[in-house]
């Protein structure tokens, strides 16, 4: 709780970029595949990212590198703000067992019921 946007940005996009990666290594582990795989569908996003970058930089020129950077930080921004207000100040209570409670109706920031 009292989290600012500004504390909480770098939080989530550093935590979910380590979360992404150790999700895709436990599904690709799954399958028997290595993380440095063309299986890997993280590194094929950010494979087609980088392509992206690199045709617009390649077809316009380096100038554009700080229009791309500025669009890729606003983007991950209104997501990131999206995501910020759907859960700040939403908690559920710790169990003596360590657990968190079940998630309920009061838990979600667009419940009617509260």
Known sequence: MGETFYEFWPRTVIGSFKSAIEIEKNRLKRKGKEF?????????????????HSSMIGLFGKGTIPYLATQAFYGIS??????????????RQK????????????????NNNV
């Not at 169990?95 to 667009?110: A, D, L, V």
């Open 36 to 52: 440095w795989s063309l299986d890997n569908e993280l590194l094929q996003g950010w494979g087609m990212t980088a392509a992206f």
């Open 78 to 91: 209104l997501f990131e703000i999206i995501n910020y207000i759907e859960h700040y100040g939403l908690l």
């Open 95 to 110: 169990k003596e067992n360590g657990q968190y409670e079940r998630t309920m109706p009061e838990h979600s920031w667009n």
